[in-house]
């Protein structure tokens, strides 16, 4: 039951993954949010999976659990700071906080690693870290700002891009320390640099958008993390022997 509360609240967000590219955006007079649409429906769409997978064997599945409680709580966090607070958020904060209390594993087996920790990941993550950080601190800015007639600002769109960048270095630390279900939340960090380069090459003109050359880094990125993935470990361990 628990778990199905935590489902809910994200869905009615994920109509934005449709129209983030679409003609309903500009009907609205909102065009220049495209960007910042189609990121914010990513993240979700990551809480949503982190969530929808504890339904099959959630005992393998803590790293994803994890993964959809830090984002929500960042999110959260990020709105405190930048006093961009709502009660809505608690719509999305309790019943997640619930299921990571009640997962099955139990609270200390969640954190519980399957193995050593995954090298190349791990320095993927720590050369992406410090990019990420001042990208997501020049968002706090912005969104703690609260300039009049800054719409992005009114539809907290800063605060989700800061939650992104914080995210994705979160997701990649879950990764490469193993926890069960650690390939899920990999494959999550890998797709979330992926679009957030993509959309910003679609879309550089537009609000949050890095350069084209950073860009092609961040997809270039996720793609090395994709495979070191799949395939890191055997790396490491041809290296060693």
């Known amino acids: 039951m628990v778990m ?30 495209h960007l910042h649409v189609f990121m914010e429906s990513t993240i979700f769409l990551l809480i949503l999976l982190g969530c929808i997978v504890q339904f099959f064997r959630p005992k393998r599945k803590a790293a994803p659990m994890l993964q959809a409680a830090i984002a929500i709580f960042l999110m959260t966090l990020v709105a ?108 999550s960090a890998s797709v979330m640099a992926f679009v957030l380069g993509l959309t910003s090459l679609a879309f550089p003109a537009q609000a949050s958008a890095v350069s084209p050359v950073w860009g092609v880094i961040a997809i270039i990125w996720s793609l090395a993390f994709a495979l070191a993935t799949q395939f890191g470990d055997r790396l490491v361990s041809a290296r060693s022997g």
């Open 4 to 33: 199905f509360l935590a489902v809910l609240p994200p869905i009615p967000i994920l109509f934005y993954l449709f129209i983030g590219w679409a003609n309903p955006l500009e009907a609205l007079g909102m065009h220049h949010h």
């Open 80 to 187: 405190i700071v930048t006093s961009s607070y709502d009660i809505a958020f608690l719509f999305f904060l309790v019943p997640i906080m619930a299921a990571v209390a009640l997962h099955p594993s139990g609270f200390r087996t969640l954190f519980q690693p399957t193995g050593k920790f995954n090298l190349p990941l791990l320095a993927l993550t720590a050369v992406a870290a410090i990019p990420l950080a001042l990208y997501a601190l020049e968002h706090l800015s912005l969104q703690a700002s609260q300039i009049v007639g800054d719409d992005h600002g009114e539809l907290n769109h800063w605060g989700v891009m800061a939650t992104l960048s914080f995210s994705l270095i979160a997701f990649g630390l879950l990764a490469a320390f193993r926890l069960h279900g650690w390939r899920i939340t990999a494959w």
